[in-house]
């Protein structure tokens, strides 16, 4: 039979005296991410192409190092890389809702919005002076002094030729009338009566004549008025543009390199001189008013600079991660302000997304949350696709409210954004989305794990040592950092590789670096290490704790001494979260007289998953090719996990179950001392299965605490042999001879040592002498077969002898 596995196969212990150092403060910290080769050639060509639609997916584990390489990437890129434009919003005088985007030299955005600001304070200050001075004042006399000395001539003359002929000019609250005079002195109604008819006639004759040349004179005095009203708005233009003017040009000048800052600023003069008066000092509203009306001269707001991207800081390209991207959160968005009850909005409360501060540089997004987003996934890809940046209401456009908003000019997109997921996610976008592959033609796909050569855990040393003092950790002793390697192996669940997911590393050393402070060590040890590795698996370890419990009480059924026909010790594994433990579990099977079914009760109650049931099926195929491949293969078996009252999926447990079936069929018991795992084919051959060493250790702790024997053990594939890396006390034991480990590579080595038996040669098995598992089964099954074959010919009873001669016996 098969010899158990030697003590230093079952573990691939690092050697601290493979190390040149004592600490890692000895030693150059490695700043990259160690194993990610590939990943690295593909993040620093899609960093590097500048070409559209060439944005990066990186995928891989969490905790892989994704984001800490692609960033450092990046950063190495944009120290190199020019500074984008600062981008700021403006008011367009001639369509207020459409503003006006002008890019900047970089940190010339701020420079804007504070001359604006200064520009606006002079003319505060300058225009009233202006209109308040002497020369301002002297010229609006002169004007008005001009159309009143007109008014007053021309209606003097109009006066004098009334009174010639004896018609008087009156001045009225209402206006100007005529009435006749005698002696001087105006004529009453009576008096006026007791004229002659003719002369009469002759003086309404004459007021309807100079009626007619009055009303001409005051179409003509309105003429004066707009005309004057006309010259002292030319005059304010002139006495406003000698206070803006020379201010205006002195700011242009400094703005010669934009020119659409040197035309915004054109518009900003025409502006002040066509609303001078918004810049005049107006009396103060009484207080009950005031109260009412929120007077903060919102006019001037319009020439404000809204600077909705700032690159002023001397740090290359901008690097912008996008912790909650929803649509307004990437594209931008229009904010309100409650006024008198309405919501109103101006250029001034445009507010940037992400993608405006990524512009010129980098935006790095989680895709998950991306995707979780409504209407953040189209709104990026739309924004990509067009190559522009413009910022729409969601509201608006779904019609949810009826304020007017604005349609800021759109501001032109370049910038690289790396999308960080999963693999499924990766996938699922290049099948179910169209636009995907061509927005993102990159993709950098990070490995769980890399190979532990001689090598590559100097290399994991150093990265340790970076790790220690990026998180300010106690530096680690040698023998801390070998205990690093094996955990960090046992996490890959291989001994021949190390995990690529550095935060796990990273919490284990965290929790390492407490310990030996609390025990006062200058340097964390290999003792802090494990105790760090075993009080995180016990403040996980309640459920694994109750299961064996429950096992050691008897309360779920599972012998380690004895041997029973039929009934093998399975191995499953369950995951809770980052944490698995293995358990082991009873597996029966009976066999009896049939149509060639091996019936999955699992399946059949529907708590066996997919992948179950196809070992199952393989189990059953192996069956009839090996012993009834001429014959009637009249065998009808069932299958059961007993006391599971789930799920049962995977088919690491087909072996057990083929072992189990074997049993039955050949009436040999299996020894329970014994637990199985792996996965079988169609030839028998026993196939590697994941969890090798929580399962391998979940047995062990059922037989610890009821005491090891020395007789039992486990039968793993001998394909995961090089995955076994076994916790210390299981090493110790089966190094004692009180646990023993089985590495099997077909079904007839395994059920060898479960029997005790011989398997007999598979090729022989119709020969085969009944002393042998193979040659007991092929038996049953012959019977099995004679007897439907008996029971199918009528006339014959069963158990009758069958005197039908047949070529090479049955």
């Not at 002497?134 to 006066?159: M, N, P, Q, S, W």
């Not at 040890?525 to 403040?539: F, I, K, L, Q």
């Not at 079988?680 to 062990?700: M, R, T």
């Not at 012959?782 to 074959?789: G, I, P, Q, V, W």
Request: proline fraction near 5%; hydrophobic fraction near 40%.
């Amino acid at each position: 039979m098969i010899a158990p596995l030697p003590g230093d196969r079952l573990t691939h212990s690092c050697d601290p005296a493979d190390f040149g150092f004592a600490t890692t403060a000895e030693i150059e910290p490695l700043e990259d991410v160690v194993g990610q080769e590939r990943a690295a050639r593909a993040v620093d060509f899609g960093i590097a192409i500048a070409r559209d639609g060439y944005n990066l997916f990186v995928m891989g584990a969490p905790g892989s190092g994704k984001h800490t390489l692609v960033r450092t990437a990046i950063a190495r890129r944009a120290e190199r890389a020019a500074r984008p434009s600062d981008w700021v919003y403006v008011n367009n005088f001639q369509e207020p809702h459409k503003p006006l985007a002008i890019a900047l030299p970089p940190g010339r955005g701020n420079a804007l919005r504070k001359d604006m600001e200064q520009l606006i304070e002079s003319l505060r200050g300058a225009i009233p002076a202006i209109f308040e001075s002497e020369e301002y004042t002297g010229k609006v006399e002169a004007i008005d002094a001009e159309f009143t000395e007109r008014h007053e001539h021309a209606f003097g003359a109009l006066g004098r030729e009334a009174a010639e002929q004896s018609i008087a000019l009156l001045r009225t609250p209402s206006g100007f009338s005529f009435a006749p005079v005698k002696d001087g002195e105006v004529m009453s109604p009576e008096e006026f009566g007791k004229l002659p008819e003719e002369e009469q006639r002759r003086i309404e004759s004459t007021i309807v004549a100079l009626q007619g040349k009055l009303e001409k004179l005051v179409r003509e005095v309105m003429r004066w008025r707009t005309e004057r009203i006309e010259r002292v708005k030319a005059l304010n233009r002139e006495m406003t543009l000698l206070a803006v003017g020379h201010l205006v040009d002195e700011l242009k000048d400094g703005y010669r390199d934009a020119p659409k800052v040197v035309d915004y600023l054109d518009a900003v003069q025409r502006d002040v001189l066509d609303h001078a008066d918004d810049f005049r000092r107006h009396p103060e509203a009484p207080a009950a008013i005031a109260r009412l009306v929120q007077r903060e001269e919102p006019s001037l707001r319009r020439y404000s600079v809204n600077v909705v991207v700032d690159n002023g800081a001397p740090d290359g390209s901008p690097i912008v991660f996008a912790d909650h991207p929803t649509y307004q959160n990437l594209t931008g968005r229009v904010d309100h302000i409650a006024q008198l009850g309405t919501l109103v909005s101006d250029f001034n409360l445009i507010k940037a997304g992400a993608l405006h501060r990524a512009n010129g540089g980098y935006l790095l997004i989680d895709a998950i949350k991306v995707l979780a987003q409504p209407f953040a996934w189209e709104g990026l890809k739309r924004a990509l696709t067009r190559k522009e940046l413009r910022i729409e209401s969601l509201a608006e456009m779904y019609s949810l409210v009826s304020t007017v908003s604005l349609e800021p000019e759109p501001i032109p997109l370049q910038a690289k954004v790396v999308l960080f997921g999963d693999r499924y996610i990766y996938y699922l976008l290049q099948v179910y989305d169209p636009d995907f592959g061509k927005l993102f033609r990159v993709a950098a796909d990070f490995s769980d794990d890399f190979d532990r050569t001689e090598a590559s855990t100097a290399t994991f040393a150093r990265l340790i040592a970076a790790l220690a003092r990026r998180e300010a950790l106690l530096p680690l002793d040698a023998g801390a950092v070998a205990r690093a390697v094996d955990f960090g192996s046992r996490y890959a669940g291989d001994g021949k590789k190390i995990t690529a997911r550095l935060q796990r590393i990273t919490d284990l050393l965290t929790e390492a670096d407490h310990l030996a402070r609390t025990a006062g060590r200058a340097a964390i040890a290999a003792e802090d290490v494990d105790r760090a590795d075993a009080a995180s698996r016990d403040r996980a370890d309640r459920m694994r704790e109750r299961v064996h419990e429950e096992i050691v009480r008897g309360t779920l059924l599972i012998d380690t001494t004895g041997a029973k026909v039929g009934q093998v010790n399975g191995l499953s594994v369950l995951a809770l979260g980052d944490y698995a433990f293995g358990e082991p579990t009873r597996i029966t099977a009976t066999a009896r007289l049939g149509e060639g079914h091996v019936i999955d009760i699992q399946r059949e109650v529907e708590l066996g998953g997919s992948i179950h049931s196809k070992g199952v099926l393989i189990l059953a195929s192996f069956l009839a090719a090996r012993y009834s491949g001429n014959r009637p293969h009249s065998l009808a078996a069932s299958l059961v996990f007993e006391q599971t009252y789930s799920e049962v999926d995977g088919d690491s447990a087909s072996l057990a179950e083929l072992c189990a079936l074997l049993s039955a069929l050949a009436g040999l018991p299996v020894r329970q001392s014994l637990a199985v795992t792996g996965s079988i084919n169609q030839l028998g051959e026993v196939q590697p299965i994941g969890a090798v060493n929580e399962k391998i250790e979940g047995f062990f702790d059922v037989c610890n605490a009821r005491g090891l024997t020395g007789d039992q053990g486990v039968l793993i594939p001998a394909a995961n042999v090089d995955h076994l890396m076994l916790r210390e006390d299981v090493v110790a034991a089966a190094r004692e001879g009180r646990f023993r480990v089985y590495a099997v590579t077909n079904v007839d080595e395994a059920i060898e040592l479960l029997t005790g038996v011989p398997a007999g040669s598979p090729d022989m098995v119709g020969e085969g002498p009944q002393a042998t598992v193979n040659g007991r089964v092929a038996v049953r099954l012959r019977e099995f077969s004679t007897a439907r074959r008996s029971w199918a010919r009528p006339g014959v009873r069963p158990g009758a002898p069958d005197t039908t001669r047949r070529h090479g016996g049955d």
